[in-house]
């Protein structure tokens, strides 16, 4: 029961309740095993919970609210990042400036083929025998969609005088009551040097600090991992402990 959790619960007079999956594969570390506690996923209250799932350290994906529970394994630690405290550093002002003309637009997250080709050829490339790599329409409206989250589709494009330019980037995020959610970004495999993961996390903090929202939530960072290190450079960051978020202080 998450009032166990210390929280505060709902109106409603019953607890959502929790479950805690078998092992299986972990998603991050091939060589190692996973559990996962997971919110109710039949329960009619989860659109309501989710924001406050967010600030207990749990991610969506699809329509599973889960966060890792390992035996023995604490590697993955939830992240959000302040928005109206955040300043860029170096690195990030010369990717602002390197894409200063890519233009930002946000979509309610409804899949078009533009989306789902870029989607394809981002897992052929990065995520090569992972699993992955044969996701089709199905899979990406399961994976990033979802039957009762609020997202969007915020794209990045290039300029053109008329119409659409050419889709760059995807950042697929959830917004709750005061607070964006990155849920997956995938881009063009073939402009690694424009650093669009990066410009996307960028762009999300601009759309929540012109919202007034008090943050962005980045999901799990890893320490040593090379898909996942890239976190920490966004600061200041907060790190969830377990019970609090607190300044991160990894350097």
């Known amino acids: 029961m998450l009032a166990a959790m210390g929280t505060q619960p709902q109106p409603d007079s019953d607890d959502l309740r929790l479950f805690h999956t078998g092992e299986h594969a972990c998603g991050y570390w091939p060589e190692r095993v996973a559990r996962d506690l997971v919110l109710d996923p039949r329960d009619p209250r989860l659109r309501d919970w989710y924001p406050h799932a967010l600030g207990w350290g749990f991610r969506r994906s699809g329509d599973i609210v889960y966060r890792p529970h390992c035996s023995g394994c604490r590697a993955c630690v939830a992240v959000r990042i302040p928005v109206e405290q955040f300043v860029p550093d170096r ?3 010369r ?3 390197r894409n200063a003309q890519v233009e930002m637009r946000v979509h309610p997250a409804e899949r078009n083929e533009e989306q789902l080709d870029l989607y394809k ?3 052929a490339s990065r995520h090569a025998g992972g699993g992955m790599d044969g996701h089709g329409a199905i899979e990406f409206d399961q994976f ?4 009762w989250s609020e997202n969007r589709f915020l794209e990045l494009r ?3 005088p008329r119409g659409h330019g050419r889709l760059l980037a995807v950042a697929v995020t959830d917004v709750v009551d005061n607070a964006l959610s990155a849920v997956y970004t995938f881009y063009d495999p073939d402009l690694a040097d424009r650093s669009l993961g990066t410009l996307a996390i960028l762009r999300q903090i601009e759309w929540a600090r012109r919202e007034r929202r008090s943050h962005l939530y980045l999901g799990y960072w890893i320490a040593g991992h090379p898909k996942m290190d890239y976190k920490r450079r966004f600061r200041p960051l907060e790190a969830f402990d377990g019970r609090d978020w607190r300044v991160f202080t990894h350097l």
């Open 121 to 123: 050829r981002y897992l």
């Open 144 to 147: 990033l969609i979802g039957s």
């Open 95 to 97: 990717c602002l400036a």
């Open 91 to 93: 690195s990030q002002r």
């Open 158 to 160: 290039e300029p053109a």
